[in-house]
Every structure is written in structure tokens, then in C-alpha cells.
């Protein structure tokens, strides 16, 4: 079993939609939830992290984490053309190593999201 | 540009020759990755720098692979005697430490 589920789609919905992505997760020490995005031919960017559970809002984005279930979301309201990209969930787990931390993130496989005008 | 580079951008070679990227961090960052993402899938973790000092390498990093980062500022990946199974996008990311900002990679296509 992998360490971190991502369905990966693809996902197509007209503009304007609320999308949601998933993720679940296995490993109980990991202490960062992060979704990233990534067009195409590009490197990923971050897009949201938290730590907590709990609802965290960025504009048109919501990320919300529930640890006991350890399912992590996006939800991206208003949804536009430009948004179109594959969305990573990664999760973070701080390492010690020679005293210092290796901040070691483990990616989903992606959910390649197409917005339609 | 002051983000994170990777040169080059596409490599392609045949089966059993050996290559060489490398990576430009951002210049304050003593913190560097490489990960390997292949088609349909997320980018897996492969190393891990503090300065210059390798600290990690995760098992996919085979005898094969060896990355180095001299001066603790730029990093090199090479590949030795490459198989087609080494078809991937190579990311490089560096931090400060905290988020990790990725280069564009370096797609290599093995014939």
C-alpha cells in the first residue's frame, strides 16, 4: 500500500464549478499537508499547507485536514480556465538527520484537473 | 530569474551512456532535493543536501546514480550507463530550510 492515495482523474467540470480533490494517507507522522500545482512541462508550486485539522481558506481555495480519518482536501470554488493543471497533494515529514531536519515530502500521484470555458 | 534552474531541459540518449544535470538552487538556500517524477505519477523523493553534505538518499538511487553539490551551491545528478527504466522529469527544489520551491526539471528520454 502506498503512503499517500490521490485519485488520478482526470477531472473535467465547466467553469465556475466547485471542484474537490482527495487524498489519503497512512503514515501518522507526517506533520505537514500541502497541495501543490503543476502545469504542464513545469515544476510544482505550492499552493496551500497546513498542519492542523481543520479548515484552512486562501481565496478561492479551501485545504481541510482530518488526522483521525487521514483524508486530506482541496476544494476550489468559482473555478476558472486558468486553474486548469494537475493538483499534488504532498505530505511532509520532518526528519532528523545529524541535527538537522530533512524535510522530506512524499507526492500523491496527481489529479489532472480541466477546466472547461 | 531568481528562482530555482535545471540545465538542461531535455535530454535524450541511448541506452547505456552516461549523463549529467545540474541544478542552480536560489543563491540563500543551503537546502537542496532532487526528486524523479515519471509519467502519471508524483514526484518521488531521491536525495537530499544540507550544503554539501548528502544526507539521505532514498533506495531508488541506485549505484548508478550519484549527486554531488561541491560548494554547497549548485548540484550535479548523473546517471551512469542509463536504461530506458530512467525515463523520468528530474526535479530539482531547494529551501531555506521551509517551503521548497521547485525548478522546471530535466525531462530525459533513454532510446
Known amino acids: 500500500q502506498k503512503e499517500v492515495e490521490q485519485d488520478p482523474g482526470p477531472l473535467s467540470v465547466p467553469e465556475g464549478a466547485i471542484v474537490s480533490l482527495n487524498c489519503t494517507y497512512s503514515n501518522s507522522a507526517f506533520q505537514y499537508f500541502m497541495w501543490y500545482r503543476q502545469y504542464s512541462r513545469k515544476g510544482p508550486e505550492l499552493l496551500m499547507y497546513t498542519y492542523s485539522s481543520g479548515n484552512k481558506e486562501d481565496g478561492r481555495f479551501t485545504a481541510q485536514v482530518d488526522k483521525s480519518s487521514k483524508y486530506i482536501s482541496l476544494f476550489i470554488r468559482d473555478s476558472q480556465p486558468s486553474d486548469s493543471a494537475t493538483y499534488l497533494c504532498a505530505l511532509l515529514e520532518i526528519q532528523l538527520i545529524s541535527n538537522f531536519g530533512n524535510e522530506k515530502l512524499t507526492f500523491g500521484t496527481g489529479t489532472r484537473l480541466t477546466i472547461i470555458p | 530569474d531568481t528562482g530555482v534552474s535545471q540545465d538542461p531541459r531535455h535530454k535524450i540518449t541511448k541506452r547505456g551512456q552516461n549523463v549529467t544535470f545540474r541544478c542552480d538552487p536560489i543563491?540563500?538556500?543551503?537546502?537542496l532535493y532532487w526528486y524523479r517524477q515519471t509519467l502519471g505519477q508524483g514526484p518521488e523523493f531521491l536525495t537530499y543536501f544540507q550544503n554539501e553534505a548528502q544526507l539521505e538518499k532514498s533506495r531508488l538511487l541506485s549505484d548508478r546514480f550519484s549527486a554531488e553539490r561541491p560548494k554547497g551551491s549548485f548540484s550535479t545528478l548523473e546517471i551512469q550507463r542509463t536504461e530506458q527504466g530512467d525515463s523520468a522529469m528530474y526535479l530539482c527544489a531547494s529551501s531555506s530550510p521551509g517551503e521548497q520551491f521547485f525548478g522546471p526539471g530535466t525531462r530525459l528520454t533513454v532510446l
Open positions: 543563491s540563500e538556500h543551503n537546502r
